[in-house]
């Protein structure tokens, strides 16, 4: 079965698919995006598929999923294992404490799933930041597989033969990759159109101004002796405005000076 062929929803196991667990839109949607012809794919590689069923089910992510904005199929890398341990590990060549990913089954999984031009991703630590702007990028592909990196590493002739970019989402050290490429998936999923039910959303936050977002409030307007601004309830929109701009301003200078400079 192929991704195009399956109209589950999502969370099936498909043996005829190398056992991933695939999350598939109900019914793949016409997209809106320039120069695409498919929804965005996304295969993710890990040795623990399970981290992310509740991800790829729930909220947002799960609706985009279902209505067919996108579709991600998670794949175990002891999937593509020959030996009868089904071992993906080994000991480093030159010494060293832990274990090494190894290559023939990271080889296996690539060769089979990758497609012309599609865009291979390596999480890890000492790969290159994570932003916005890469998000907004990697929506724009057809096809992205992400590898999650496991144990002290993987093996160098991995990320120099079958690896496009690779990418960490902050300076601080997983046990795995597979959160990371969750990472990944959630901020890129927000770029596609209509994954995001109210498209504006995506204009005012942190990250697309340079600015920390402003303060929210919502009803009751007096809560445990607590009441809102007094301008966000007079419905002058300028003054609204102005006093959101400041907020932005004021958090901005106070937690992350450097997106000033
Ligand atoms: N794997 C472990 N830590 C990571 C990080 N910070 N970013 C991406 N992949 C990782």
């Not at 985009?64 to 294992?81: E, K, Q, Y």
């Not at 060769?111 to 932003?131: A, H, K, V």
């Not at 890469?134 to 990320?159: T, W």
């Not at 937690?255 to 000033?260: A, E, K, Y």
Request: proline share 7%.
């Amino acid at each position: 079965m192929g991704w195009e062929g399956s109209r589950s929803r999502h969370r099936i196991e498909a043996s005829d698919y190398s056992g991933a667990f695939l999350f598939l839109p109900l019914h793949p949607s016409a997209p809106d995006q320039p120069n695409r012809t498919m929804p965005l794919k996304i295969d993710v590689l890990t040795l623990f598929p399970r981290m992310l069923d509740g991800f790829l089910a729930e909220s947002i992510l799960g609706k985009g999923i279902a209505a067919g904005h996108l579709g991600v199929a998670v794949h175990d890398l002891r999937t593509w294992s020959t030996d009868k341990h089904r071992t993906a590990d080994d000991r480093p060549f030159g010494g060293g404490a832990g274990m090494v990913m190894k290559p023939e089954p990271v080889f296996a999984a690539m060769e089979q799933l990758q497609t012309p031009g599609c865009r291979r991703i390596y999480l890890t630590p000492d790969g290159g930041p994570f932003s916005m702007a890469i998000a907004e990028q990697l929506s724009r592909e057809q096809h992205l597989i992400l590898l999650s990196g496991h144990y002290e590493g993987i093996d160098q002739r991995i990320r120099e033969k079958l690896i496009d970019q690779e990418i960490s989402i902050g300076d601080y050290v997983l046990t795995n990759g597979t959160l990371a490429a969750a990472v990944v998936i959630d901020a890129l999923a927000r770029f596609i159109p209509g994954v995001l039910g109210e498209e504006k959303s995506l204009t005012h936050e942190s990250f697309t101004s340079k600015l920390l977002d402003f303060p929210q409030y919502t009803r009751p307007a007096e809560f445990r002796g607590m009441s809102v601004p007094e301008v966000l309830l007079s419905g002058n929109h300028a003054e609204i405005e102005k006093w959101r701009a400041a907020r932005q301003l004021e958090k901005t200078r106070s937690v992350r000076p450097d997106l000033l400079t």
